[in-house]
């Protein structure tokens, strides 16, 4: 079975404090593994698409990084407006059902 | 151009009532996938329909089901509520065939509470 972790489940940062939050995985044949942000009383909202080991995306504040069993969402200098939650999905071997983490929430103290 | 839109937004049935939520997809996307999020168990897949047909179902018991109109909205039932049914339904719409997750535009959900 398909298992995906996050870590730590929550993250309080002073506002120009990096962090990094982990996704670790546990799947045959890693289709994609996908990063959103979720606000409260919102939807997720796709960030990124890491489809194998060594692959690197970046988006502003925000770096992901992938190897053969996690994945690293960094975030550097974070402002108050990236508080939210973080969550990591992938799809894997034969089925497109994605399997999603538990999330990380994130509160940026300014 | 509009986002997904959910209806109603908040909801409250009692055990054993069945309920109806609907979803109206981008313009333009065919795909309609269904989640349930809870704070215990996170966010899980239950359905994604493509040119009305399911294409994909999660490990939920039959008492959860949807449909596709031929606009491609999109309505998820549930039958026999039960008090752990009380989550966050979440719809996505995506413009692909593919059926990877990186093009899903999620709605804001509907929130049911089970009493």
């Known amino acids: 079975e398909d298992q995906v972790t996050q870590s730590p489940e929550a993250l309080r940062l002073q506002e120009g404090e990096s962090s990094s939050l982990n996704c670790s995985y546990t799947?045959?044949?890693?289709?994609?593994l996908f990063w959103y942000r979720q606000d409260p009383g919102k939807g997720p909202e796709f960030l990124f698409t890491?489809?194998?080991a060594g692959e690197e995306k970046e988006k502003e504040r925000l770096k992901a990084t992938l190897t053969k069993k996690e994945s690293f969402l960094h975030i550097t200098a974070p402002k108050p407006e990236d508080s939210a939650t973080y969550l990591c999905?992938?799809?894997?071997?034969?089925?497109?059902?994605?399997?999603f983490g538990r999330g990380t929430s994130l509160i940026v103290h300014p | 151009k509009a986002g997904v839109t959910q209806t109603p937004r908040y909801l409250i049935k009692t055990r054993g009532q069945q309920v109806t939520l609907s979803c109206s997809p981008i313009?333009?996307?065919?795909?309609v996938s269904w989640y349930q999020q809870t704070p215990g168990q996170g966010l899980q897949f239950l359905f994604e329909?493509?040119?009305?047909?399911?294409?994909n179902k999660g490990n939920f018991p039959g008492r959860f089901s949807g449909r596709q109109f031929s606009n491609s909205r999109s309505e998820m039932n549930v039958s026999t509520l039960e008090l752990g049914d009380s989550a966050l339904y979440l719809c996505?719409?995506?413009?692909?065939?593919?059926?990877?997750?990186?093009?899903?535009?999620f709605g804001p959900g509907t929130r049911l509470t089970v009493l």
């Open positions: 799947v045959s044949g890693l289709r994609g």
């Open positions: 996505a719409s995506s413009p692909a065939a593919d059926q990877l997750a990186d093009t899903q535009y």
């Open positions: 890491l489809y194998s």
């Open positions: 329909y493509f040119s009305e047909t399911q294409r």
């Open positions: 313009s333009g996307h065919r795909s």
């Open positions: 999905a992938v799809q894997a071997g034969g089925s497109y059902i994605p399997t």
